[in-house]
C-alpha cells in the first residue's frame, strides 16, 4: 500500500484492486445408480421434498436457538408461546417421505423435538437448565448434521436432473408450466 498526502493531515491510502478470480470448473454432473429407479417427474418430486424437509429443519433449528437463548437469557418461562410449534404432526412428518424414496444411510437420527420442548426446568436449578440446555445445543447439532445431509441429497438430485438434461435436452421443456394456447379466430 502507499499512503499519499494530499493536504496537510488528509492521508489518502491507495490499495490495490482486488484480484478477479477465476472461476473453478465444475465437474459434469453425471448419472447414478441412487436416483435410476426415480422417473423425471418423480426426481423432481423427490427434490422438491428435500426443499420442505430442509426448510422445517431450519425451522425446527431457529426455534430450539429461540428456546436456549430464553434459557439462557433466565426467562424460559416465556417457551410456553412457542410450545405449539414442535408439536408431534410437525415433527419428522418430511423425514417419512424420505425414507420411502431412497436409502437413509446418509442421514443422522433425528432428536426428540417434542419430548425436548415438553421438558420443563425449574429457572432457580442451575443444574437442570445446565442439563437443558446441553440437551438443546445437542438437538440444534443434530439438526445441523440432518440438514447438511438434506443439502448432499439436494445437491445430488440436482446433479441427477442436470445430468439427465444434458443427455435429452428437449426433458427441460416438460417442467415448464403448459397452458392451452387460445387462438382467436379472426371475423
Known sequence: MDATSTTPGTVVRATAAPTPRKPTARPTP???EEHAHLSLDALREYRKVLAAEESRVSYWRR???AR????LAGSDGDSDTLRPVLTDQRVGAGRRALVEITPVDDI?????LAGLWDRFVDPSDPESTAALAEDLAEAERQLSDYRSALHRRIGAATSELIARYRDE???CLSALPLEPVRRSIPA
Open 30 to 32: 453425471e448419472r447414478t
Open 63 to 65: 426455534i430450539l436457538q
Open 68 to 71: 436456549l437463548d430464553l434459557l
Open 169 to 171: 435436452p428437449t426433458l
Open 108 to 112: 443422522p437420527p433425528l432428536p426428540d
